[in-house]
T-cell receptor, first 114, second 113 residues
């Protein structure tokens, strides 16, 4: 995960918006993903974006992709206590041996305060 | 979306023993992957499970330690051999669901004592 970077922690108040940021290094990435991991659970695919897009919205989730800066963000509107979890950014690279494997960031622990 | 079932979900194992983890998918998929997530860490790809051929291992992982089977397009197993406490991790099965999607199972949480 050293080529995909995320900040480790984020705290927000319930009802506010959360923005989780991610930077990556490989310009040949085809898809970029956001996964959510709650305590004791596996990874839930939240959303993903194809590299030729710059924005994708899905209900409370908005993904922004800046290919020039290799920057990806996930905005969660009206953050709820149930959104508290670890959020992983991941990229899929054409240049890797398997074009379909993912490289993950370190994960951002989102804490939602009442 | 693909529904992925892993067994066991959790286990406590004695060092020196081996454990086989099963991954069952509810649809036929071409690509299946096995990842490891060590405590408090991110995910690392162990290998790609290829149907009808040997698995493709990533750097740092070898077949003798992590033998993989892929007998058909809906099933795979990962064995963690001769376990030590350093193998205590979550092992996750993943599939390429098509159209850009990649799904994960709930993971198998192994503790080696």
């Amino acid at each position: 995960g050293e080529d995909v970077e995320q900040s480790l922690f984020l705290s927000v108040r319930e009802g506010d918006s959360s923005v989780i940021n991610c930077t990556y290094t490989d310009s040949s990435s085809t898809y970029l993903y956001w996964y959510k991991q709650e305590p004791g659970a596996g990874l839930q695919l939240l959303t993903y974006i194809f590299s030729n897009m710059d924005m994708k919205q899905d209900q409370r989730l908005t993904v922004l992709l800046n290919k020039k800066d290799k920057h990806l963000s996930l905005r969660i509107a009206d953050t709820q206590t149930g959104d508290s979890a670890i959020y992983f950014c991941a990229e899929r690279r054409i240049s890797s041996g398997s074009a379909r494997q993912l490289t993950f960031g370190s994960g951002t622990q989102l804490t939602v305060l009442p | 979306s693909a529904v992925i079932s892993q067994k066991p979900s959790r286990d406590i194992c004695q060092r020196g023993t081996s454990l086989t983890i099963q991954c069952q998918v509810d649809s036929q998929v071409t690509m299946m992957f096995w990842y490891r997530q060590q405590p408090g860490q991110s995910l690392t790809l162990i290998a790609t499970a290829n149907q009808g051929s040997e698995a493709t291992y990533e750097s740092g992982f070898v077949i003798d330690k992590f033998p993989i089977s892929r007998p058909n397009l809906t099933f795979s197993t990962l064995t963690v051999s001769n376990m030590s406490p350093e193998d205590s991790s979550i092992y996750l099965c993943s599939v390429d669901g098509g159209l850009g999607t990649i799904y994960f199972g709930e993971g198998s949480w192994l503790t080696v004592v």
